[in-house]
């Protein structure tokens, strides 16, 4: 019987082969436990100023100080958010590029004829960040003070009062389409690209009101630029108690809730993603964050990632039914 063996050097490029193929393996897992290995890129489908961004902001500066890695905001405004979804379902899925979105992503699927991504099947989800109500904010230069002046001013003027938007199709639109649906009035609508330069048109007067949620408008109205007439829902809202809700004023239906989540590119790492969530949930839970979210009326989402992405689910067949029955189309 004759053995073959192989020489010196052979043997030891083997050995090392094995070596590392038994270790390569282990090594991956760790490397995708280390996350964050560097900073992460956040896409915030708005420009800055708004609500989405008004969220995002905090959440990155809270994050850095936790994990010593940055969380850069990268905003990518444009055709009411979807712009900047269909940038972060195109890249690389490993956990250094999130996208932060928004309710206004769950009423796309049924504004846009065609998309160049779905959020359900581009993105895994990750958390729901935030919950606020809607606010009806006026500029009160231009309009009563008092919700039911503001209201016969709208009856007796249809279609010369108007509300900007943070683009056709989101919920500062649909909010004003629910609200003109319910109170059977008409108000010219006019998109903007983002809540930002929507707020920023209604501080200068150049725009009557705004349905927006109270995270982007929560500092102008305390500063007195702008009024808020009512939140939507049948309860007040703690950060701000003098504001009438909507059933108090015969609006018992209205109910819009403006929703913060967080995504990651579909193929993400399971392991990267159990990451991501507990560092967004221990962002979350600093004394920093809580001040900052129940400043801007906000409640914090205590979802599962399968809970969340059920969540969504049912929010894009409510706001489909919202569509049909408005009406609603983009400018």
Same mark, same amino acid.
């Given at each position: 019987m004759t053995f073959n063996f192989a020489p010196h050097s052979t043997r030891r490029e083997l050995l090392r082969a094995a070596t590392a193929g038994a270790l390569a393996l282990p090594l991956a897992s760790y490397a995708q436990a280390a996350w964050p290995a560097k900073p992460v890129t956040l896409v915030v489908p708005f420009p800055p100023g708004g609500g989405t961004d008004a969220f995002a902001r905090p959440l990155s500066a809270q994050f850095a100080k936790l994990t010593g890695k940055q969380l850069i905001i990268d905003n990518r405004g444009g055709a009411g958010g979807t712009l900047g979804a269909g940038i972060a379902a195109k890249a690389a899925p490993d956990g250094y590029t999130l996208f932060m979105g928004a309710v206004h992503h769950a009423i796309a699927p049924s504004m846009y004829p065609k998309l160049d991504y779905d959020i359900e099947k581009d993105f895994v989800p990750l958390a729901l960040l935030a919950n606020v109500p809607q606010v009806l904010v006026v500029n009160p230069k231009r309009v009563p003070g008092d919700?039911?002046? =503001?209201?016969?001013?709208?009856?007796? &003027?249809?279609?010369?009062? &108007?509300?900007?938007?943070?683009?056709?199709?989101?919920?500062?639109?649909?909010?004003?389409?629910?609200?003109?649906?319910?109170?059977?009035?008409?108000?010219?609508?006019?998109?903007?690209?983002?809540?930002?330069?929507?707020?920023?048109?209604?501080?200068?007067?150049?725009?009557?009101?705004?349905?927006?949620?109270?995270?982007?408008?929560?500092?102008?109205?305390?500063?007195?630029?702008?009024?808020?007439?009512?939140?939507?829902? &049948?309860?007040?809202?703690?950060? =701000?108690?003098?504001?009438?809700?909507?059933?108090?004023?015969?609006?018992?239906?209205?109910?819009?809730?403006?929703?913060?989540?967080?995504?990651?590119?579909?193929?993400?790492?399971?392991?990267?993603?159990?990451?991501? %969530?507990?560092?967004?949930?221990?962002?979350?839970?600093?004394?920093?964050?809580?001040?900052?979210?129940?400043? &801007?009326?906000?409640? =914090?989402?205590?979802?599962?990632?399968?809970?969340?992405?059920?969540? %969504?689910?049912?929010?894009?067949?409510?706001?489909?039914?919202? %569509?049909?029955?408005?009406?609603?189309?983009?400018?």
């Open positions: 919700f039911k002046a =503001f209201l016969a001013q709208v009856r007796q &003027n249809p279609g010369r009062l &108007n509300y900007g938007s943070a683009g056709g199709g989101t919920s500062h639109h649909l909010a004003g389409e629910l609200f003109k649906q319910q109170t059977q009035t008409f108000i010219t609508h006019i998109p903007y690209r983002g809540a930002g330069p929507a707020l920023q048109d209604l501080i200068a007067g150049n725009v009557d009101m705004m349905f927006d949620g109270l995270g982007s408008s929560a500092n102008h109205i305390k500063g007195g630029r702008i009024k808020a007439l009512m939140v939507s829902g &049948n309860k007040r809202n703690a950060a =701000f108690p003098d504001v009438p809700c909507a059933a108090e004023l015969g609006l018992p239906d209205y109910t819009v809730t403006t929703w913060y989540g967080l995504w990651a590119p579909k193929g993400t790492p399971a392991e990267v993603q159990t990451r991501i %969530v507990e560092d967004m949930r221990r962002a979350a839970a600093s004394d920093e964050l809580k001040t900052v979210w129940a400043s &801007n009326g906000a409640e =914090f989402g205590t979802q599962t990632p399968a809970q969340f992405g059920s969540f %969504v689910s049912a929010e894009i067949k409510r706001w489909a039914a919202v %569509v049909k029955a408005s009406g609603a189309k983009l400018d």
